[in-house]
């Protein structure tokens, strides 16, 4: 006796494979289009673990992933060069406290000034991953989207 199994899952319809497929396509051109757009301004080793991480988000999150304005490592760098000694660089990044620190010691006697000068674009780069991963709240991924 011959059994017909249907090779087709049997829960899921060729619309919602075809529904499923399309996400994953949106997902997939929705990411790519906010790390191309956002490269510079990111950690190059934590590239492909943030896109990895964000396939796998929901669509709301991912919207809010692409509102984001990332900090520019230039415009941070320009900052830093002129207002570096008043703390504004480091403000602007979430370290309050080193940033009043500048203010009150004019950079640390310029020390401090001339570190973040060098320091600046990782400094920038990483508060921008830490910014994205903050949207990205693990308990609410979602396997289909």
């Known amino acids: 006796m011959k059994n017909n199994f ?3 899952n049997s829960y899921e319809t060729d619309e919602e494979r075809l529904e499923k497929e399309q996400l994953r396509r949106q997902k997939t051109a929705l990411v790519d289009r906010f790390l191309v757009m956002n490269q ?4 190059d080793d934590k590239i492909p ?10 669509m709301r999150k991912l919207a809010e992933i692409q509102s984001l304005t990332c900090r520019r490592v230039e415009n941070m760098q320009f900052i830093s060069f002129m207002l570096g000694w008043t703390g ?3 403000m ?14 004019l950079g640390c006697g310029g020390l401090l000034m001339v570190y973040d000068w060098l320091m600046m674009p990782s400094k920038t780069r990483y ?3 830490i910014e994205v991963m903050s949207v990205m709240d693990y ?3 979602e396997n289909n989207g």
Not at 40 to 43: A, I, R
Not at 49 to 56: D, F, I, K, Q, Y
Not at 92 to 97: S, T, V, Y
Request: include cysteine.
């Open 6 to 8: 249907n090779v087709k």
């Open 88 to 90: 504004v660089d480091r």
């Open 92 to 105: 602007l990044l979430g370290e309050i406290g080193i940033g009043l620190l500048k203010l009150c010691t």
């Open 40 to 43: 510079n301004d990111l950690p």
């Open 139 to 141: 308990d609410d991924y």
């Open 127 to 129: 508060y921008n991953y």
């Open 49 to 58: 673990m943030l896109r990895e991480n964000m396939l796998h988000c929901s």
